[in-house]
């Protein structure tokens, strides 16, 4: 990454969210963006609140951090919680382009995004395992042809990123998070920030970090007296 | 899966899931479903089913599968929380038409009010969470230990409440807002010497050491006296301060409430104070126990518990274990089946009654939820969000027995929007129609109070007495202490507009649990359901109760053990994850020196800035799990994780200091 000084950098964060069938990979792609690795597949969900990353943008000096949320499997029966969809500012719907069904479910989910996540969330249809090209069944016209739609459903507010990507071979991973990076709201969010409001970046301020306190609390305790 | 036993020590997560040789259950394609809520549950077996997704059975969910139980979480509805869940406008609206056509079993009496039309009351539903339940958390609490501890606390977030106003002589009295250290609690005001000292003692003997002789002497001897007798005989205190003692810092409901029960639940609060900052309690954003039950369900899915909605329990034979669905799928339930009593299936309901209604009392909590056009930032401390109301014993027109408590909170909190607040009221009151006038009653007072507050002249009725400047805060605007002072004249006032209201729900809701919460934490198989045998059912499902009226997360936790030791026949690994990755997932920060500027923003305030989070000028105030990265502070965040996890001295500690009041009654008593 590029060499920047620490006091011009700037910096945002983003929550995003996975959604897509079961099985279509969407952790593969979290994890070759993350840990660049493939085989270990769930593994790491085990314990993790989120995963994080962040990505750099030299050309505006800007670091973004992703806080990654995996379903889980909550997906599975439909039934995630509105906590899941809260404050994301970003969503990755993915399928699986050797799977027409998947592609109809991604068309699900996002109609359920739409309907529960905050205006204006980015959103990415994302095929995956492009590396088996030759089992393909959704071919990238017909995802144009849906997009289009969207569209002009949409007034053209809320354009789709789309891509295909294989979390195997890594192929095109880095370049999804790299668009939804650029199409997330970043300087809002900054200036936002610098005034000290809130303004859509993963979480609000305001609140209090239990753990942080719980420590202050522990080293407190010694010089305490009542 | 073999039984437990407490000998048998079960192989940490860890050791059962070594993390390179782990090998991911394969998920088969649904292919040629198009609606993916109407799958079968996809599994032939599971070691527990828990029905309902409210706070104690979510908490239950998540230990058990840490634990690498197998669960099956399913609720009839079609959201999370059950119970406890909270709820948009347009839910509660169903909700209580359900609650009155007796599909809702413990409710009852549900009204739902939503004045003028659409185009005078314009409202998005989608914008307000409102709890069926609403609970505060203490600053120094199990559940606030556990949320650490599990982790769960990343996906939540928190925010302080400080403001407890108090009710009495047809008055609001505000007392403990910029207090800054426990004794300003009660010196803060303009007392007499005489009371000062009367109440530093009192103060002193409070925050004693439990296993101090005199002290245990003192409450052992008073174990049967009224806390207003014991504080009057014993410490010289007058009516103001002890309503202050009883009925606001320690949130008793009678004046019956017998000494050590008041003692430990006035401590509760005073050894909350200054864990986090100047404030004794903390609500959750966007909802209470509904979002800490998300919170819990979402770490059970993470641990492996599959979770599916809009699913009844139709039938299950305690022979062949086969549980039986709506939805035609048929599982085999290994070992338990746990119940919460408003997901209760048809062909169990019979059994349940039996066993309620031959030895357990119900006692009955009546609700009335008020959504308002105003902010109630009066009522709030600067910066925060939230405050409570009591109406103490006999403070209201309606001679109330029983306090009635109200949380507030606007806009700030994410309950609702801008500019509106709800306030939740409740009481234990048993007769329903006296309930229903002490809670409309109150409503009265604050309505009348607030609309005075803002449509007489402030200036008029302040002087500078009023105002304090607090030199804790670099900015030199006064702050308004005492904004309730016009609350004198609340007599005479005749308000010149009315309250804008959004929408008022009431209900009654029944729990099994003692308001004092004595049939928690001394539960035996004669006053608590979750310990009874239910006939016929070889031993293998368990009643859960309904949420306690206690304001507080008290007892819920205790609850949630005595659940889990009937399944596993011990609570002693209840939570002891060792979360392997927690370095990995932390540390991933690929150029985290370019953004240690925004970080050491955010993290040097320390508990500063915590109540100054305004003025901090990143977003490295969020919350929780949220971290801002640099490398060194991912690295304090992860080893302060470990500290709450693996250290088990310090968990104890934690655990003695805090007291659930219960626990504390045990002691006394000894």
Known sequence: MAEVSPTTNRFAQFKLVLLGESAVGKSSIVHRFVKNTFDDLRESTIGAAFLTQTITFPETNTTIKFEIWDTAGQERYKSLAPMYYRNANAALCVYDITSRSSFNKAQDWIKELKRQAPEGIVIALVGNKSDLAEDRQVEADEVEEYIQQQTSEEDGNSRIITSECSAKSGEGVLEIFNSIGRALPVEEVINASSRGRSAGGARQQGGIDLARARRQQAAAANSSCC | MPPFSRVERRESMAERRPSMSYTPPVIPHLEGLEK??????????????????????????????????????????SYYGDATSTLTIDQLKKWCIDVNQG?????????????????TNKFKSKDYGIDLTPKIMFCKSDLLSLLIKSRVYKYLEFQSLSNFHVFENDDFNQKITNSTSKEDIFTDKSLSLITKRNLMKFLKFILTDNKDSDKKRLI?????????????????????????????????IKPTTKTPEAVAKIKRFLVSFDVYGNFPVMVSKYGGPGEISQGFCRSAAVAGTTYKLNTNLIDYDPNSKIASFNDGSKVKINEKIIISPTQLPKFLQSSYNQLVDNSLPTYNITRLITVVRRDCKEWMSNQESSAIVVFPPLSLPTQNNQSVQVIIQNGGTGVCPNGQSIWFSHTSEPDLNRAKADLESAFEKMEASLLRESSSNLENGLDEQDFRLNPNRLSSTPILVNSFKLGEQLQNFVPKEKLEIVCKVGYVQKTLINPDLTNVFQATESNNIILKSIPDSNNNIIFTNMLSSELSYDGIITETKLIYSKITGSDEDFFDVDFEDEEEFDNNNGDSSAIDDSSSTGTNGGASAITQSKSTTSIGGIVGGGVVAGDENVIEDSSEDDMAIDDDDEDHDVNDNHEPFGTDVDNMEL
């Not at chain 2, 599909?103 to 185009?119: E, H, R, T, V, W």
């Not at chain 2, 174990?223 to 949130?251: A, M």
């Open chain 2, 36 to 77: 993916p809520q109407q799958n079968h549950i996809d599994l032939d077996q599971a070691d527990v089913l828990i029905l309902g997704t409210g706070l104690i059975e979510s908490m239950l969910a998540a230990a058990l599968s840490w634990q690498g139980v197998q669960v099956l979480h399913i609720d009839n509805k």
């Open chain 2, 103 to 119: 599909k809702l079993p413990n409710f009852q009496d549900a009204q739902i009010y939503i004045p003028g039309g659409k185009s």
């Open chain 2, 220 to 252: 052992f001897e008073n174990s049967k006296t009224n806390i207003i007798d014991f504080l009057t005989n014993n410490f010289n205190l007058e009516s103001p301060q002890i309503n202050e003692l009883v009925y606001s810092i320690g949130l008793c």
